[in-house]
């Protein structure tokens, strides 16, 4: 950057999960062009096998060198740093403050791409300067870069964002605010199926299913704790009739509301209250992406109310409903990780010890293989975070499952127990998926927006070759209606092969061809979403075909 563009003032420029980044303050955004041309320099740099040297000096030393320089974010960091002295680290006549460590010289860089470019402001603040964020990353083998930038075009083709316009699933605009969305109607119909899935499995699971507000009373949030602790994420209070009211940002004190509203008896443990709870958080505009990061959510909710005793059998079940879920999705592969006690915590080191030891044995019983995060829990108990991998190996945070010994105490929960004694139920909270609009999102990009046929918006377009087979191609849309097979019929006066390409656009899995010969057979020539002909069947064989792979929900 500094061969090149030496008027360009550095900011900051840390390694990062994947790869690294460097902001700079330039006139302009980087043009592609640059951005080669910085990447041809860098790797003429990488050839001059130039030595990295630390060097330890004073933080008036490090002040007269960036001031001569005309660093000035480099003077504004040095100023928040107390200590007396700093590192600073020399790369031919390149200088930069640096923590380090670094590689002994530029030569052990190899393979490296320049990704992505970006604005962002000074310090993460819209108040400060936009800044050029250049994005890079390098591997020690040329055939691990190609890799990585293969993953990374297959990311791109899969963003949910994009897909999620390109096949007309959801929207997002501004005349209704950023974060908030609309289900447009495929979108919708796959939330359906997602929707009634899941009440079914839960239902088998033996859940019970609620429904409750989306506003409740100021009070009942600060009987949770939740105006205490959670005010950050809440939007403003809303006044009623001169009571206040509070958008509700969890299902919890609702479901604990429930359980107190009667008497309970060991006999009602454990009880499993389920619901598809839509709430509000305010996240900063800045921070929303997509349908992961959103205001105004579904959480496929539940809280469990059991005993100590039950607590361990509760855990397992609640996992093997989790994996029995993800596998219906496709999803095979999980990263699970177990948090323990944190410094400030709700309850007892007795009850915290034996809640932790529920989890992690609940865990082993099942051979999940997991990591210990300690002191990585909530305040109020211990939890277990499931991540699933996709088809491209990302990671993606879903399911938490959550024990909590707070919220039973300040809601006052009770249970007269089997010797007659009163006791305190313990609670689950868990979300599988955490939320519809994040899975919907992941499910986008795992599938590329080919969703498999169970969950296809629309699993069949019936396309007859020409005006005279509409009514031939209506019959056989009536059948796969009597069916419950969601289908189009492409009415439209439109060339054949036009139709044929719309509906690979749309992705749609299935495409049946209707003409003369099919209707003189009763028969559909069928093709497959990118597998191409399947050749002629009679309509009732192509239903039979469909039926079964909606029922063992295959690709
Ligand atoms: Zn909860």
């Not at 597998?531 to 039926?547: A, H, S």
Request: glycine letters at 6%; one cysteine or more.
């Amino acid at each position: 950057m500094k061969r090149l563009f030496p008027e360009a003032k550095l900011a900051i420029g840390p390694a990062i999960e994947e790869g690294f980044y460097y902001d700079f303050d330039v006139k302009s955004p980087f043009t592609e062009e640059e951005i080669a041309r910085i990447e041809e320099e860098m790797a003429k740099i990488i050839e001059e096998d130039i030595p990295f040297v630390r060097e330890e000096i004073s933080k008036k030393e490090a002040e007269n060198i960036f001031l001569s320089l005309g660093e000035e974010y480099k003077l504004e960091l040095l100023s928040d740093i107390d200590d007396k002295n700093v590192s600073i680290y020399r790369n031919g006549d390149f200088v930069d403050l640096c923590r380090g460590p670094h590689l002994p010289s530029t030569g052990w860089v190899k393979f490296l791409k320049l990704t992505s470019v970006a604005g962002a402001y000074w310090r993460g603040d819209e108040r400060n300067k936009m800044l050029q964020r250049i994005y890079g990353i390098s591997f020690p083998k040329k055939k691990e870069l190609k890799e990585y930038l293969h993953k990374l075009d297959e990311a791109k083709k899969r963003d949910h964002r994009i897909l999620g316009t390109k096949l007309n699933l959801f929207m997002m605009d501004d005349s209704i605010g950023p974060g908030l969305v609309i289900w447009k109607p495929e979108g919708a119909v796959v939330r359906g199926i997602i929707e009634d899935y899941w009440k079914s499995i839960h239902r088998k699971w033996g859940y019970q299913y609620i429904y409750t507000p989306h506003i409740a009373r100021l009070s009942l949030w600060e009987t949770s704790g939740h105006t205490e602790f959670y005010s950050d994420n809440m939007f403003q209070p809303i006044d009623v009739e001169g009571q206040m009211y509070q958008l509700k940002p969890m299902n919890c004190p609702f479901h604990m509301a429930y359980f107190r509203s009667e008497k309970r008896s060991y006999r009602d443990l454990p009880m499993r209250l389920a619901e598809l709870g839509t709430v509000y958080r305010y996240e900063r505009s800045g921070v929303l992406h997509g349908l992961l990061r959103v205001r105004g959510f579904t959480q496929d909710d539940a809280h469990i109310f059991c005993t100590e005793h039950n607590l361990k059998d509760e855990i397992i079940r609640v996992l093997d409903l989790t994996f029995e879920i993800f596998a219906a999705f496709g999803f095979k592969q999980f990263d699970t990780f177990l948090s323990t006690r944190p410094e400030k915590f709700a309850g007892t080191v007795k009850m915290w010890d034996k809640a932790t030891s529920s989890l992690s044995e609940a865990l082993k019983e099942r051979n999940i293989h997991f990591e210990v995060d300690p002191g990585e829990g909530v305040f109020y108990g211990p939890k277990i975070d499931i991540k699933v991998r996709d088809t491209l190996g990302r990671v993606w945070q879903c399911t938490t499952i959550q024990v909590d010994f707070n919220l039973p105490e300040r809601f006052g929960l009770k249970y007269s127990s089997r010797d007659g004694t009163i006791r305190r139920p313990i609670v689950i909270h868990r979300a599988i998926f955490g939320s519809l609009e994040r899975f919907f999102g992941i499910l986008i990009e795992q599938y590329a927006g080919e969703f498999p046929l169970w969950l296809a918006p629309i699993q069949v377009a019936v396309l007859p070759v020409s005006k005279q087979f509409f009514d031939y191609g209506t019959s056989v849309a009536k059948k796969l209606e009597e069916n419950n097979i969601r289908y189009y019929l492409d009415k439209r006066d439109e060339k054949l092969g036009h139709k044929i390409r719309d509906a690979e656009l749309r992705k749609r899995p299935y495409i049946v061809i209707v003409g003369e010969r099919e209707e003189k057979t009763d028969s559909v020539s069928v093709r497959r979403h990118k597998q191409g002909e399947l050749g002629t069947m009679t309509q009732d064989e192509f239903i039979l075909l469909l039926k079964e792979k909606i029922t063992n929900k295959e690709g």
